[in-house]
């Protein structure tokens, strides 16, 4: 049953999701789309884009850009973006705040800048001409990382509120992100949940994991998208409708091993139980 009080949940566009998507549209809410998968499209694919569209909320996510990075963003990369969101016409797009590439070196994969007024400056850039050239501003992620960025002189929350509060963008919260960098290196995930600017929230990311161990014995939570999101994380969805008030979009995103439609349906169900759970603490 769909949600009544403004909160919408919904899935991941993939491939292999697609058929049971299309056949449950009374429990999906919206999708989320994969922009980069897109940016070659032929003109059938971006029509069946727009059929799509045409039956539910879709949202577009990036995860090229490198939109957190003193480097200014190429802007040949969003002029794909501005097409395919002319094309498309999404209800809104995203990206991560990482850094991809440096130097004419890519480094394969969404990296944390370190820490700093600089690249908080950067990014803030960054987004301004996103802005500029899509014609809207994205909602940046916050992202997961192995490694404390070295040089950092401000703590993740600090340096996430710097780049919304002087962007003027949105916070497109990755739940289990924010968990296993709590974990990771030592922080209380709740606290760092608080920390942020939850006024700011639009989106939510609900995602899962795995430990991987280090030659020394070390642990890291790995963020993977192919694992069901963990008692923690649903913990944290109840914490955040308890705090922020507004109406928020929670996506479940699942990159592989996936499971049975009807899992991931009920996935969203928790969701909306457990985010309503949230807003009942909050109305008490």
Known sequence: MRQLSGDRFGLGWRPALAAGILA??????????????CFKASSAGLRSLRTLAAQLPVVLHGVSLGLASTVP????????MARLVDAVRPESWSEHLAFVRGGGV????????PRSAASAGGACRNLATARRIVGTMPAVENIATLID????????????????????????LD????????????????????ALPLDRVGQVHLSGG???????????LLDDHVHDPPPEVWALLEELGRLAPQPLTVILERDGAYPAIDVLLGQLDTARAVLSAGRRQAAA
């Open 210 to 220: 795995h430990w991987i161990e280090a030659p020394d014995g070390t642990r890291r």
């Open 149 to 172: 960025p070295p040089a950092s002189t401000m703590g993740e929350a600090a340096w996430i509120g710097a780049v919304i509060g002087g962007s003027g963008a949105g916070l497109l």
């Open 24 to 37: 449950h549209l009374d429990r999906v809410d919206l999708v989320e789309v994969i922009a980069d998968d």
């Open 175 to 194: 739940l289990h992100n924010l968990y296993a960098n709590a974990v990771n290196f030592g922080l209380v995930p709740s606290r760092l949940l608080a």
């Open 73 to 80: 963003v190429e802007t040949s990369r969003l002029d794909r």
């Open 106 to 113: 890519e480094i394969g994969h969404l990296a944390a800048p």
